[in-house]
């Protein structure tokens, strides 16, 4: 037997294979709430234009509520042979209201449907990403509120370079999310245009208006060119880059909680709620949840290198190549949302350990630059000179075996002659700290002031 919806011209049902790769309705399901909205505000329009009656627009949008129920109490028997969600939800329909059912896709294909079920999907899914992401800043405004005045060593090469505070540390990954978010809202504001009514392609005879399906599911307008809304994918591209480039700085924070929780490092405490434990060595505690962020960035790459690679080269307008658009976004959005959800735990229940912190931030000749500083601000050496200077300094340190506050002005006047005891006031690493107050710098007076500023803007 073939398909109902589209057997006219077919004698012979498909083969079980062609069945079982033309099938979405696998996962697809996930869209049948945008799908029934997007079907009730296209039989609202058809009664309101006059294409259909009153009477059938209301059979089929109290029918497709019933659909819906169905759906969320888990009582609705998908079909594979139906194929995907929308013929799923019209076949029901019809069991339920009859004729009218029929009348339902008049003036619209699955091209404009599918566009725009997908696109209601990826939409509400910026919109848990960016309540992800508030929270997410919130907790890390609290970490950096806490520890403002902090030291801690800062890295480049991750070779100690020069102290800077905890809360700056925390902050910077605040600009980073915080530009996520902003990603986040623009991706929202180019995307929501509505595809509904291009049809499958060039648009249709019937005066539906289009407007009013637009306004109905809160786009903010339709689709100018039909040929295009039904074509485009931009959206979930754009979304998967956004979730790329976010999950890049997830996966950067993941790394140092890794290394900061280390037994070498001591920096962070995480929560017993986020870390797991060894079933054979009993005093582990794993940052189990951080390498599973490190972990899940890849499969949002992969998605994201997997869609371009879909929709590179396909000829306008549909082809069913673009079925394969669904998976990978909604394993992408899935992992997301958990490795916010997740940093998020973390963030909020992690501990600094405001001594390990402190105890590195001192070693490692962190305040190296700032002798050097010093000999160019007294001394009025040129700064390359200085640099040589202070680097005699370090090698005559390491050979003894002690950081650079442990020398004596001796050792220092042994190097350079001109050098007072006034210069060991800026060998502390608090002192160092306190003495970077340019815009954006490490000193707690710039850091508070960036919390400020973040506390306003949320
Ligand atoms: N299941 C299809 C998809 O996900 C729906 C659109 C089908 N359109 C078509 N012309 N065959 O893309």
Redesign the pocket.
């Known amino acids: 037997t073939s398909n109902q919806m589209w057997g006219g011209r077919f004698s012979a049902g498909p083969d079980a294979i062609m069945e079982a790769i033309n099938a979405?309705i696998g996962f697809?399901r996930r869209m049948a709430a945008q799908d029934i909205a997007g079907s009730r505000a296209h039989a609202a329009m058809l009664a309101a234009t006059g294409v259909i009656t009153d009477s059938d627009a209301e059979a089929i949008g109290k029918g497709l509520l019933t659909v819906l129920s169905e759906i969320e109490t888990g009582t609705f028997a998908f079909s594979t042979a139906l194929?995907?969600i929308?013929m799923n939800v019209e076949a029901r329909l019809k069991e339920i209201v009859g004729e009218p059912a029929g009348r339902l896709h008049t003036g619209r294909?699955?091209?404009d449907?599918?566009a725009t079920d997908f696109k209601l999907w990826v939409r509400d899914q910026l919109d848990a990403a960016e309540t992800g992401l508030i929270a997410l800043i919130r907790a890390l405004l609290g970490q950096a509120e806490a520890g403002a005045g902090w030291v801690m060593p800062g890295f480049t090469h991750l070779q100690t370079a020069q102290p800077v505070t905890w809360g700056h540390h925390m902050m910077a990954y605040v600009e980073m999310f915080g530009r996520d978010l902003s990603r986040v809202r623009d991706a929202r504001v180019r995307m929501n245009e509505s595809p509904l009514g291009a049809a499958?392609l060039a648009g249709t005879s019937f005066p539906i208006d289009r407007e009013m399906t637009a306004t109905a599911l809160g786009f903010d307008r339709p689709a100018a060119n039909s040929l295009d809304a039904v074509s485009d994918r931009d959206f979930a591209l754009e979304f998967l880059g956004v979730a790329s480039i976010c999950a890049i700085h997830l996966s950067r924070f993941a790394e140092e909680l890794v290394i900061w929780s280390s037994a070498q490092f001591r920096f962070v405490t995480l929560s017993d709620r986020f870390s797991t434990g060894s079933s054979i060595m009993p005093q582990k505690k794993n940052p189990d949840a951080a390498e599973l962020i490190r972990a899940k960035v890849g499969r949002i790459f992969g998605a994201n290198t997997a869609l371009m690679m879909v929709m590179k080269g396909l000829p306008l307008a549909?082809s069913?190549d673009?079925?394969e658009?669904?998976e990978q976004v909604f394993d992408a959005a899935d992992n997301w949302m958990l490795a916010l959800a997740a940093m998020e735990g973390m963030v909020r229940d992690m501990t600094a350990n405001r001594d390990s912190l402190a105890a590195a931030a001192g070693s490692g000749f962190s305040t190296a630059t700032d002798l050097a500083d010093w000999l160019v601000r007294v001394l009025g050496l040129p700064f390359r000179d200085a640099h040589h200077v202070t680097g005699s300094l370090v090698a005559k340190a390491e050979a003894r075996g002690c950081d650079l506050p442990d020398l004596t002005l001796a050792d220092m006047q042994s190097v350079h002659p001109d050098i007072t005891a006034g210069v060991f006031d800026v060998l502390g690493v608090e002192n160092s700290v306190n003495s970077r107050m340019s815009y954006g710098g490490t000193a707690p007076a710039r850091v508070r002031e960036q919390i400020a500023r973040w506390r306003q803007a949320l």
Do not use: F, G, I, L
């Open positions: 979405s697809d194929e995907d929308h294909s699955r091209n449907q599918v499958a549909y069913k673009m079925q658009d669904k």
